[in-house]
C-alpha cells in the first residue's frame, strides 16, 4: 500500500480486505450462478432473459476485477483459490437444480439482495476514511440495485404473462 493511501485511510486496513475478499469470494459465485443459470435456463421468455443475465454475469465479472485491483492496492491477498470461495461468502450459492425461468430469477434476486447487503456494508465501513473504497462500492452498489430492479421487473413481467394465460383459458 502506497505511503499516502496508508495515510488517507483512516480505518483498519485488514478488517477492509477481508470485506473485500468476501465480496470478492460472492462476486465469482455471482458470475457463475448467473453465466450457469442463462445457460440451462427454460420457460417463458427465456430467448429475452437470457442474454441480459449473460451481461449480469459480465458485470459481476467487472467488479471482481475491482475488487481485485483494490485489495492488491490496499496490500492484501485476493481469494486465490475457488474452494474458498464458499467459506468466504455470506451469500449463498443456490445451486439451479430446476431450470424453470422464475427460480433461476429468484436465485439470482436473492443473491443480489445479498451483495447490495455488503456494498453497504463496504460503504459504509470506507465513508469519509477511504475514498477510493467508498467510490467503487458505491458503483458496484448501484449496479447491484439496477440487477435487483431488472430482475423484479422480469418476475412482473412472467406473473403478468400467467395472469393474462389464466384469463384466457376462462
Sequence with gaps: ????????????????????????????????QYWIGA??????????????????ANEELNHATLLVNRIIQLGGTPVLTPADWMKL????????????????LNQNLNGERC????????????????FSTYQ??????????????DIESWIKDIDRLKEDIKKFRL
Aim: charged content about 30%; some cysteine.
Design 136 to 149: 467503487m462500492a458505491v458503483t458496484i452498489l448501484n449496479d447491484e440495485l439496477e440487477h435487483e430492479e
Design 89 to 104: 461468502s455470506d451469500c449463498e450459492y443456490a445451486t439451479p437444480s430446476d431450470p424453470y425461468v422464475e427460480v433461476i
Design 115 to 130: 451483495a447490495i447487503d455488503r456494498y453497504q456494508q463496504i460503504a459504509k465501513f470506507t465513508e469519509g476514511k477511504d
Design 1 to 32: 500500500m502506497g505511503r499516502e493511501s496508508v495515510n488517507i485511510a483512516n480505518l483498519d486496513v485488514n478488517q477492509l480486505i477481508e470485506y473485500l475478499n468476501k465480496a470478492l469470494a460472492e462476486e465469482w459465485l455471482a458470475y457463475y
Design 39 to 56: 445457460r440451462i435456463m427454460e420457460g417463458p421468455m427465456r430467448s429475452e432473459i437470457e442474454p441480459e443475465l449473460l451481461i449480469h
